[in-house]
């Protein structure tokens, strides 16, 4: 079975700085895809960035990027110049076929 | 119109109760999708229909029961629930996925419906 580990419950981060959220995975699966989700205290889930296994290189999306290791099955998220509209919750998703398996998610705070 | 909606937002109802969510999607999608969302728990994926069938059912409880009359709408029907049954409930959706491949067809979801059981 396909797991998701985000081993941060919470994080902190000054505005305009960098932060890097965790998340681990199990799966024995070759070819699948990994997300990040935010989910803003309004709880409408939006997705932030999207990797294909199948791809070495890391995706990137403006100021959010990612640093996918598949061997050690690690995909962590990294903020560029934090905004105070970043802060909200942030899921890492594992998805095979039709299931989305997501991690318990970190809360992430931007302080001014 | 946004692209997932939900109504209603915030729901309150007693155990004996009946009661339905209702999820539409207005992205021409035809995957719908129910998750339940409780604190401190990752988000369950619930129930999946594809193409209006129902692909895929989460050893969920029979108080819980999906209803799917075309690509656009999703119900989820609620009777005689339990207090632990309180939780966010959201709706997604997205393309369907080609048979036998991993697809990295976004999930789009709704905002959710609050649900509280007393």
């Known amino acids: 079975a396909q797991t998701v580990t985000q081993s941060q419950p919470e994080m902190s981060v000054q505005e305009a700085e960098t932060v890097t959220l965790s998340c681990t995975y199990d799966?024995?699966?070759?070819?699948?895809?990994l997300f990040w989700y935010k989910q803003p205290p309004s709880r409408q889930m939006i997705l932030v960035i999207r990797q294909e296994a199948y791809k070495q290189q890391n995706a990137t999306e403006n100021r959010f990027s990612v640093n996918f290791q598949k061997a050690a099955k690690s995909f962590s998220l990294k903020i560029s110049d934090s905004q105070l509209g970043d802060t909200a919750m942030y899921f890492c998703?594992?998805?095979?076929?039709?299931?989305?398996?997501f991690g318990a998610g970190t809360i992430l705070r931007v302080k001014s | 119109e946004t692209g997932v909606t939900q109504t209603p937002r915030h729901l309150v109802m007693g155990m004996t109760n009946k009661k339905s969510l209702k999820c539409e999607q207005h992205?021409?999608?035809?995957?719908m999708y129910w998750y339940k969302q409780s604190a401190k728990k990752p988000l369950e994926l619930m129930f999946v229909y594809s193409l209006e069938e129902r692909v895929e059912n989460n050893s969920v409880p029979s108080r819980f029961s999906p209803e799917c009359p075309n690509s656009s709408h999703l119900f989820l029907h609620l009777h005689t629930l339990q207090p632990e049954d309180s939780a966010l409930y959201l709706c997604a959706s997205s393309r369907t996925w080609a048979s036998g491949r991993a697809e990295g067809n976004e999930q789009f979801f709704g905002p959710g419906t609050r649900l509280t059981v007393l």
């Open positions: 992205l021409g999608h035809n995957a």
């Open positions: 998703a594992f998805k095979y076929g039709n299931k989305l398996v």
């Open positions: 799966t024995s699966e070759n070819n699948y895809y």
